[in-house]
């Protein structure tokens, strides 16, 4: 009975475990993360700061899509990860820290302004 | 991988089930956080989070406890003793269905989000 994806666990050869292990803690570290952030988004509208309830709904938005975003990318990188292991190749960039940064980024200039005006 | 780790290969598979728990507990607390909190918005919709989010998320983390799925022969088995390799359907499976749960999740929350008057 082969694994799932069959695209990943297909190809190539089995990778010193360690590094299967370490790939599949990367991915649970990023779902955490989706996670932490899909929180913040509807933290930011149950808290009831008192922002401009525009900004706040944005800021939400973001926030909650950004989470969604993320679960499903790291579950993709996970698999190319795996694949790129299996087939001695190397590894995704770092796609997914830069996506992160930049959305946490726009959410912090958003929050400023709804504290500046 | 540092020294200490390649000393003890059993280390490498408990720290992932750890982090296996402790992820699937992460989601499981909060779809029952978000449903509480959204339940003021969209109603009925929310237990979408616990009808569908949370028994993802505590299968995927029941599954956590037993047996890792990559182990040098020398670690011993779980507590539980159970021979569950067979019943674990793997990482692809189980990480698509935390992902998965996330994203029920996301879409509850989007729609609390969308559909609030304030």
């Given at each position: 009975m082969q694994r799932w994806p069959s695209w990943v666990y297909g190809v190539g050869e089995e990778p010193d475990y360690r590094f299967s292990l370490a790939n599949e803690r990367t991915m649970l570290a990023w779902l955490r993360t989706a996670l932490a952030l899909l929180a913040g988004g509807v933290a930011v509208r149950a808290l009831?700061?008192?922002?401009?309830s525009a900004l706040e709904t944005t800021i939400s938005l973001v926030l909650i899509s950004l989470g969604m975003a993320l679960a499903a990318l790291s579950w993709w990188r996970w698999a190319s990860s795996e694949r790129a292991m299996r087939l001695d190749r190397p590894l995704p960039s770092a796609g997914l820290g830069t996506l992160t940064a930049a959305g946490v980024l726009v959410v912090g200039v958003l929050v400023l302004l709804a504290f500046l005006t | 991988m540092n020294g200490s780790t390649s000393r003890d290969p059993g280390l490498q598979a408990e720290r992932t089930g750890l982090a296996w728990q402790r992820t699937a507990l992460s989601v499981a607390a909060g779809s029952i956080a978000a449903a509480r909190i959204s339940y003021e918005d969209v109603g009925r919709l929310a237990l979408l989070n616990v009808a569908i989010a949370l028994p993802l998320a505590l299968w995927v983390y029941v599954g956590s406890?037993?047996?890792?799925?990559?182990?040098?022969?020398?670690q011993p088995a779980a507590r539980?003793?159970?021979?569950l390799d067979r019943w674990r359907p793997g990482v692809g499976v189980e990480g698509a269905v935390l992902g998965a749960a996330v994203l029920v999740l996301g879409t509850v929350e989007l729609v609390a989000v969308l559909s609030a008057g304030s």
């Open positions: 009831n700061l008192g922002l401009h | 406890r037993l047996r890792p799925q990559h182990r040098p022969t020398r539980w003793h159970v021979p």
